[in-house]
């Protein structure tokens, strides 16, 4: 029996007489109006966040849409989860659940939807199961943050491989992740959070874990306070904090390994309280007992911690030179330290996570992977972390654009209409531009960084003089620090300011070396010796920097996309207020155009837009089509002889 949700509107999309923005806009905002969030357009799942919670995810809603073949029951993230398990199953082939859209959207909780769908699949409720589960509430404690856009943005991408057995049972999964944005562990903007986990840790420790940690007031740290905002409507951190340590416990985390992970976020936090002050050529710490402390959580020697904080050594012709840090300079490197520690933190937490869940072994038989990555971004001010946010955006754009137009293909196959004169828009010279060598932005970025005196500015300048003339490429002559960038989704600007910085990640190795001496085997663990550098320890000549690790994770991921059978969920944020009812037709048309939906469109209008079914087009044309044949038939025929 089907949910009893009135019909508004039309379900799919594709059925539409005319599909064309303006009919597709329309038909959204009416279903929205109605409390239908999800519409279709063929196999494309449209999901409109409702900002209010919707009766439409009990267990009876699950057990209904188990089993049916998507499109005998109104659209619904269910019917997508099913029906990727049903073809996984069916076929022993891999799939893939890719969901996008941008800042609170609601690509997370479709992403807990998924995966809540699969476990209730198989129905037997296993151990792993769970921990699948618990490993989303750590990730989000950790990962999420309070934005502008959103009360709880993912700041990181994740791909989440869920492993199943022969029987159509989960055997385990595996979390990759991608691109933690680390500046937000120093920085946030007016009306932001930091990560979820260091207010709930300040709201939830307990009276011991406050002495242990050294927890002062939320006001007082630096690193939380500074934005304005510290406090989430109808969020408890202190309740949340506590399901973070059960769901760490499940995830098989002890309590010991736990306290370790606390005192280093409470270490990251009283770093931003660190103060230094100018002293002959160099500086040293305002509040130099503050020190002692971190030095204390982190178990180094306070002395040395000092001295890598407020100077450098240098080998300069097999002589060692140790140059003294301004102030500035020594802020700059507590910053990195406290963006290198909770980075490294949370690779380890993955890791931690994927030692749990990823136990499949031989008994995996197939896959299906959910992808969670962060929408197309365009703010007032981009950095690096948006260009590398749209490259990745824009390599999914493309492998979506063949996809479409592989099905648009099939179509007009099995309809026997001649394909040749359908094409579709490639983003392929965008790409080239991004990171096709020997002359693309981010090897032009890599050049830079191993120059001694390389900079921002001189970036730029080089940047100018050989991408200028190239089709995707913006000169912009009002600004002496930004360049833009022609994306599918429309122009983006890019300021150069902290570009070098941010792609070559580095901490001085004086701090390496210091925490690979750490007292507590976690810490020391963070910074393994024979581990590879990645953008940690300066002047390795075999270390990646964040562009080029991006870029090969990218590559990687588009490779086990390419060999799965892939489902869409493109997530819609209907007004920026964040609330229910309100459908803003400008902010929905331009999601709709970076997600892909309005290429999807265009595809469909470069052939045969119009389309009906057999029983549709008869029942429209059947009076023409009689009085035209009655016509001719009376003509051309002999009366026919009476029957009485």
Known sequence: MAPSWPVIGVDDMISLAKLDEETLMDNLKQRYDGDQIYTYTGSILVSMNPYKALPIYETDIVQKYRGQRMGTLPPHI????????????????????????????????????ILQYLAAMTGNHSWVEQQILEAGTVLEAFGNAKTVRNNNSSRFGKFIEVHFGKEGNIVGARIIQYLLEKSRVVFQAPSERNYHIFYELVAGADAEERANYHILPIDKYQYLSKSGCVKVEGVDDAEAFNAVKVAMTVLGISEETQSYLFRVLSAVLLLGNL???????????????????IAELLSVDSNKLISALTSRNLRIRGQEIQVALKPEQAVDTRDALAKGLYGRLFVW????????????????????????????????????????????????????????????????????????????????????????????????????????????????????????????????????????????????????????????????????????????????????????????????????????QFRDELNSLMSTLSATHPHYVRCIKPNPEKKPKIFDPKLVSDQLRFSGMLDTVKIRQAGFPIRFDYDSFCKRFHPLRCNVGHRKDRKNQPPQPSSS
């Not at 997508?80 to 069916?90: C, I, Q």
């Not at 891999?94 to 939807?113: D, F, P, R």
């Not at 002959?280 to 305002?286: C, R, T």
Request: proline letters at 3%.
């Open 78 to 113: 269910f019917a997508t989860a099913d029906t990727a398990y049903r073809n996984m199953k069916d076929h022993t082939a891999n799939q893939s659940v890719i969901i996008s859209g941008e800042s609170g959207a609601g690509k997370s909780e479709s992403t807990k939807l």
């Open 349 to 548: 937490l993955v890791d931690a996570i994927n030692l749990s869940i990823n136990v499949a072994g031989p008994a995996s038989i197939s896959f299906i992977g959910v992808l969670d990555i962060f929408g197309f971004e365009n703010f007032q001010v981009n950095s690096f972390e948006q260009l590398c946010i749209n490259y990745a955006n824009e390599k999914l754009q493309q492998y979506f654009n063949q996809h479409i137009f592989k099905l648009e293909q099939e179509e007009y196959t099995k309809e026997q209409v001649p394909w040749d004169s359908i094409k579709f828009v490639d983003n392929q010279e965008c790409l080239d531009l991004i990171e096709k060598k020997p002359i693309c932005l981010l090897s032009m970025l890599d050049e830079e960084c191993r120059f001694p005196n390389g900079s921002d500015s001189s970036l730029l300048e080089k940047l100018h003089q050989k991408l200028e003339k190239h089709k995707y490429y913006v000169r912009n002559k009002r600004s002496r620090t930004a360049f833009g960038v022609l994306h599918y989704a429309g122009e983006v600007q890019y300021e150069t300011a902290g570009f070098l910085d941010k792609n070559k990640d580095t901490l001085f190795e004086d701090l390496v070396i210091l925490l690979q001496g750490s007292r507590t085997e976690f810490i020391s663990s963070l910074y393994p010796a024979s581990a590879n550098p990645v953008g940690d320890q300066a002047g390795a000549s075999s270390k990646k920097t964040i562009g080029t």
């Open 275 to 293: 103060e230094f002050k100018a002293e002959k050529d160099g500086s040293l710490p305002k509040n130099p007992e503050l020190v002692t402390t």
